[in-house]
């Protein structure tokens, strides 16, 4: 079956840039997707991605996606404290119209 | 503009009670999804509905069930709850059936005593 994984902590220092990974099975999937989770909180969608590109930008936010490998990657420059939280990758599998989640990677920001 | 709303934000059941959660997605969205979110299990993904239909369902057994009305809002049942369905539900809408861009609430604090 269709299957996310992600590594489940990064620890980075205020001012550096966050790499968070991501993996997925099914080649079929043509959005994949970052979402936010803070304490307490939903989920915020940050960006997504259609599985024809190899990059989008948005400010901060840069996802690289190699459709080859099934790796999907999210990098924050210039991480703040304030982007502490959880960050899910997620994967849209068209055959069932319903997002596939990562486990989540906990980004802790420290000065 | 209104974002999905979940309500209630906290429901504290009993083993074996039915628990109703409730769901209004964006104005002009037709599709809404319910994920579970289980300490230490990630988000599994519970059901979808859209033009009032259940168009899919997620690896759950038949005690949670839900509908769209038609406005589009949801409820989620959950029935006969064991301890282990205490979770964070949260519902998403987007406004097609091709999920472009899922649309998170807060969620429902779910805790089975």
């Known amino acids: 079956g269709e299957d996310v994984e992600q590594s489940l902590f990064l620890s980075v220092r205020e001012g550096d840039s966050s790499v968070i990974n991501c993996t997925y099975t099914?080649?079929?999937?043509?959005?994949l997707y970052w979402y936010k989770q803070e304490p307490g909180a939903g989920l915020q969608l940050l960006t997504y991605?259609?599985?024809?590109?190899d990059m989008k930008q948005d400010q901060r936010l840069t996802v690289l996606l190699n459709k080859k490998d099934k790796h999907l990657s999210l990098r924050i420059a210039d991480t703040q404290t304030g982007d502490s939280a959880i960050y899910f990758c997620a994967v849209h599998s068209g055959g069932y119209n319903k997002l596939i989640f990562g486990a989540g990677t906990r980004l802790a920001v420290h000065p | 503009e209104a974002g999905v709303t979940q309500s209630p934000t906290h429901l504290i059941k009993t083993r074996g009670q039915q628990a109703t959660l409730r769901c209004s997605p964006i104005?002009?969205?037709?599709?809404v999804y319910w994920y579970q979110q289980a300490l230490g299990l990630g988000l599994q993904f519970l059901l979808w509905y859209d033009e009032g239909e259940e168009r899919n369902r997620g690896n759950f057994p038949p005690r949670f069930s839900g509908r769209q009305f038609p406005n589009y809002s949801s409820e989620l049942n959950v029935n006969a709850l064991e301890l282990e369905d205490s979770a964070l539900y949260l519902c998403a809408s987007s406004s097609g059936r091709r999920n472009t861009e899922a649309f998170f609430g807060q969620g429902t604090r779910l805790t089975v005593v």
């Open positions: 104005s002009g969205h037709t599709s």
């Open positions: 991605i259609f599985s024809n590109m």
């Open positions: 099914d080649s079929s999937s043509t959005y």
